[in-house]
């Protein structure tokens, strides 16, 4: 063989060698492509392709946005975890700015913090419900000044509160002395003791209004007693200090309308028996005036017949001429005349 062919033959052999090593390299490189795990396995190309597919599907990147299919990167999200905790410590001390350092100051303080829980849990609260027990209610109302919601519904206009009711719509009201109303308000007392003098046993159900004014209150009953609507009024005086401080002195009842002592005054009966008379004297007096008007009228006629009478003997007397003749003289002279 001659030289020159050796020569080419060395060559190409030399050639084929180096690409099968460099294959054999970059085949060792690729590895088995049927150990890919994508579903692509019989070309490294088709697996590339959805591998990138994937990719492209897979959440984004975007520190701009804050939405669903993206992700801030780990720098923005360590920088919000770093602004969080900041806000979370917000200039705490150093000894206090991790929670590690707040339980166990918690734990160390405990007891101090259940006192001050305790305090607080004695305050009346604004902003939350709470649960208090009469005497918590009424202790609070005083210090603030307030009332409950039965004493409002007792001040307010039109409302009225009923003393003594029976709860469950029993029959029996209990006894209510007026002695103890003494809160401003309206009041139905269907059964009172302490009552006004003089009324009668069916002067109950009675309506109370109770007005006060500086220390001094006025207290007025409404009620029927015997088919008549009486009203009473009195007086009392609210004890400012000593022993009897917040004690009422309640003036005797005074009744609306009625006069101290009637004796001086005409019953009813008694007006009616003047009334009578007093129609017996007119009607008399009207018979009395026609027979009056009678007697003038018969007077009248009297006296137009007493004047005729008068005329006719006026007539009579011309006629008759002188009545001093005297007759027995002429008599006597014709007689003895010779």
């Known amino acids: 063989m ?10 190409l052999s030399a050639a084929f060698t180096a690409a099968g090593v460099d294959v054999k390299g970059l085949l060792a490189k690729i590895g088995d492509l049927g150990t890919l795990t994508t579903t692509q396995r019989a070309s490294l190309v088709g697996a590339l ?52 350092e707040v339980a166990d100051a918690i734990n160390t303080n405990k007891d101090a913090i259940t006192a001050l829980q305790q305090i607080a849990a004695g305050h009346v609260k604004f902003d939350a419900a ?15 000044d307030a009332v409950s919601a039965a004493q409002l519904a007792a001040k307010l206009n039109g409302t009225v509160a009923k003393v003594g009711e029976v709860s469950g719509g029993g029959t029996d009201p209990a006894a209510v002395s007026l002695d103890t109303l003494t809160d401003e308000g309206e009041f139905f007392v269907a ?23 500086g220390n001094t209150l006025e207290q007025t009953v409404r009620g029927i007693d015997g088919g008549r609507g009486r009203i009473f009024v009195r007086h009392g005086t609210v004890a400012t200090g000593g022993d009897n401080a917040g004690q ?11 006069a101290v002592d009637l004796s001086g005054y005409a019953t009813n009966a008694a007006l009616a028996a ?11 007096a009207a018979a009395a005036k026609a027979q009056a008007d009678k007697g003038v009228q018969d007077a009248a006629t009297a006296m137009t017949v007493a004047e005729k009478a008068n005329g006719d003997l006026t007539t009579f007397k011309t006629n008759i001429g002188d ?6 003289a002429v008599y006597t002279a014709a007689r003895d005349a010779k």
């Open 191 to 213: 059964k009172a003791v302490g009552r006004p003098a003089g009324v009668g046993g069916d002067y109950q159900n009675l309506m109370v209004s109770v007005r006060k004014s």
């Open 130 to 144: 709470q649960t208090l027990n009469d005497t918590q209610k009424q202790q609070a109302r005083e210090n603030i």
């Open 2 to 11: 001659p030289e020159a062919q050796t020569t080419m033959i060395k060559n």
């Open 274 to 284: 003047t009334d009578t008379k007093a129609q017996k004297g007119v009607d008399d």
């Open 248 to 258: 009422v002195a309640w003036e005797a009842f005074a009744e609306v309308g009625a």
């Open 49 to 100: 392709n959805e591998l990138k597919t994937g990719i492209d599907a897979a959440v984004k990147i975007d520190d701009a946005k804050t939405q669903a299919g993206t992700t801030w990167s780990s720098t923005k999200i360590n920088s919000a975890i770093n602004a969080a905790i900041s806000a979370l410590v917000s200039g705490a001390p150093e000894a206090l700015d991790t929670i590690k």
């Open 323 to 328: 009545t001093t003749v005297d007759f027995a």
